[in-house]
């Protein structure tokens, strides 16, 4: 009778046989040895900083153009805010007086800019671990929301919890403009998802051992905790910060005073006041002073005009159009954007406030009905006219992608 001749058990004895050469293996013994090799190739392969293909700043900036349009300031902030972090990581190897400080980001621009794209694109390009975590849900330990410590329950999900790589990821902290400080004025209520969670995140941007908890969620006593080390870890945080253009316009205006003021007050570009956007900024928006001092690396994003928005339907790589052709395409259907409608999709989106992600928002208002019926005929190429957006474009609810 055939049996493992790993185990031994009878093939009766065993859901699977498998038959080679000169013997057997049964299923539970291939699990076995599937967890073996698997645990030895990590083993062999720990994560080691200094086997990082680490590229230049020109080179992350050539890369990043490739999937983000403009932005070239926010651009260049990030290409060498990384590049300085990486290089920081394969120096605390060696013995040196010299010890250089993390890099930690905030980037400030509207929604729909492009925040969350750069940094994803980034994380992309270094093959580290990467999450996105929305602030809005956080809050102080001990209240409804999530803990300040999920933020690294996510990296180690990512990370398939080997710590040591997840201690080497980049977290990009969304929306970090809700949890300003609600106002100056003291109150009888705790102000537990604001100033709150400021407070909370300081230990994670400075550095520090924080015990987290595998699977999320609230911590409690009998727990199993994952310590990880912080140090390493590079925070990007992004905001639209909706109203610090006033902050900036009252800290100009306060400086313009005296001669030569002005010519100064000419040199302002007052359509695009984020680009003077300043640390003290933050703070008059509701930033603690301490957590803006854990973010020494500012930039801008900024708003996209017309010409951005038809540049970001078309030219990256994984641009809107491309992925809706490629879509038809797997159909077996060529599906062709005349000039003049992609130039409508740019104009509702410019109408309606919505920036590069209300491109997305628009064309899937056009190319529903399309996606719908086509798979089922028999048709080899679609024109998508400005008429036929136009039409479809007004068939759908306009107040739902008005901006409030």
Same mark, same amino acid.
């Given at each position: 009778?055939?049996?493992?001749?790993?185990?031994?058990?009878?093939?009766?004895?065993?859901?699977?046989?498998?038959?080679?050469?000169?013997?057997?293996?049964?299923?539970?013994?291939? *699990?076995?040895?599937?967890?073996?090799?698997?645990?030895?190739?990590?083993?062999?392969?720990? =994560? #080691?900083?200094?086997?990082?293909?680490?590229?230049?700043?020109?080179?992350?900036?050539? =890369?990043?153009?490739?999937?983000?349009?403009?932005?070239?300031?926010?651009?260049?902030?990030?290409?060498?805010? %990384?590049?300085?972090?990486?290089?920081?990581?394969?120096?605390?190897?060696?013995?040196?007086?010299?010890?250089?400080?993390?890099?930690?980001?905030?980037?400030? /621009?509207?929604?729909?800019?492009?925040?969350?794209?750069?940094?994803?694109?980034?994380?992309?390009?270094?093959?580290?671990? =990467?999450?996105?975590?929305?602030?809005?849900?956080?809050?102080?330990?001990?209240?409804?929301?999530?803990?300040?410590?999920?933020?690294?329950?996510?990296?180690?999900?990512?990370?398939?919890?080997?710590?040591? @790589? $997840?201690?080497?990821?980049?977290?990009?902290?969304? +929306?970090?403009?809700?949890?300003?400080?609600?106002?100056?004025?003291?109150?009888?209520?705790?102000?537990?998802? /604001?100033? /709150?969670?400021?407070?909370?995140?300081?230990?994670?941007? +400075?550095?520090?051992?924080?015990?987290?908890?595998?699977?999320?969620?609230?911590?409690?006593?009998?727990?199993?905790?994952?310590? %990880?080390?912080?140090?390493?870890?590079? =925070?990007?945080?992004?905001? $639209?910060?909706?109203?610090?253009?006033?902050?900036?316009?009252?800290?100009?205006?306060?400086?313009?005073?005296?001669?030569?003021?002005?010519?100064?007050? *000419? &040199?302002?570009? &007052?359509?695009?006041?984020?680009?003077?956007?300043?640390?003290?900024?933050?703070?008059?928006?509701?930033?603690?002073?301490?957590?803006?001092?854990?973010?020494?690396?500012?930039?801008?994003?900024?708003?996209?005009?017309?010409?951005?928005?038809? #540049?970001?339907?078309?030219?990256?790589?994984?641009?809107?159009?491309?992925?809706? +052709?490629?879509?038809? +395409?797997?159909?077996?259907?060529?599906?062709?954007? @005349?000039?003049? $409608?992609?130039?409508?999709?740019?104009?509702?989106?410019?109408?309606?406030?919505?920036?590069?992600?209300?491109?997305?928002?628009?064309?899937?208002?056009?190319?529903?009905?399309?996606?719908?019926?086509?798979?089922?005929?028999?048709?080899?190429?679609?024109?998508?006219?400005?008429?036929?957006?136009?039409?479809?474009?007004?068939?759908?609810?306009?107040? &739902?992608?008005?901006?409030?």
């Amino acid at each position: 009778m055939d049996k493992c001749s790993f185990c031994g058990r009878d093939k009766k004895d065993t859901q699977l046989l498998i038959a080679g050469i000169s013997g057997h293996i049964c299923d539970s013994c291939v *699990e076995q040895a599937h967890g073996i090799v698997d645990e030895e190739l990590r083993s062999k392969t720990d =994560f #080691n900083v200094d086997a990082l293909p680490l590229p230049k700043p020109k080179e992350i900036k050539e =890369f990043l153009d490739q999937y983000v349009i403009g932005q070239d300031e926010a651009k260049k902030y990030l290409s060498v805010a %990384v590049y300085n972090h990486y290089k920081r990581l394969k120096q605390s190897r060696k013995n040196d007086e010299v010890e250089i400080e993390k890099s930690n980001i905030i980037m400030v /621009g509207e929604t729909g800019t492009g925040k969350t794209l750069l940094a994803r694109t980034i994380a992309k390009m270094l093959h580290v671990p =990467f999450t996105i975590v929305d602030a809005t849900v956080l809050t102080e330990a001990g209240y409804v929301g999530e803990d300040i410590e999920s933020i690294l329950t996510r990296l180690l999900q990512v990370a398939d919890y080997d710590v040591k @790589h $997840a201690e080497k990821g980049i977290v990009f902290i969304d +929306e970090i403009d809700k949890i300003a400080r609600k106002s100056d004025n003291p109150s009888i209520t705790r102000d537990v998802s /604001g100033e /709150g969670v400021q407070q909370g995140l300081l230990k994670l941007l +400075e550095g520090s051992i924080v015990n987290v908890p595998p699977q999320g969620g609230r911590k409690h006593p009998e727990q199993k905790m994952i310590p %990880v080390d912080t140090k390493n870890i590079l =925070f990007v945080c992004g905001g $639209a910060f909706d109203g610090i253009e006033k902050k900036i316009g009252n800290r100009l205006n306060t400086k313009i005073i005296g001669y030569g003021a002005t010519k100064d007050a *000419e &040199r302002i570009d &007052r359509v695009n006041l984020l680009q003077y956007i300043a640390p003290q900024d933050l703070k008059s928006f509701g930033l603690i002073p301490e957590i803006i001092g854990r973010l020494p690396v500012l930039t801008y994003l900024n708003p996209l005009d017309k010409g951005a928005l038809r #540049n970001i339907l078309t030219v990256p790589k994984n641009s809107i159009i491309k992925q809706y +052709e490629k879509l038809f +395409e797997m159909d077996g259907i060529k599906l062709n954007f @005349h000039e003049d $409608a992609l130039n409508y999709i740019v104009d509702k989106a410019m109408e309606f406030k919505l920036g590069a992600r209300g491109l997305r928002s628009i064309c899937e208002a056009i190319m529903m009905d399309a996606m719908f019926e086509l798979p089922s005929k028999k048709i080899e190429k679609v024109d998508v006219t400005l008429d036929y957006a136009h039409r479809k474009f007004e068939k759908i609810n306009i107040k &739902r992608l008005k901006v409030a």
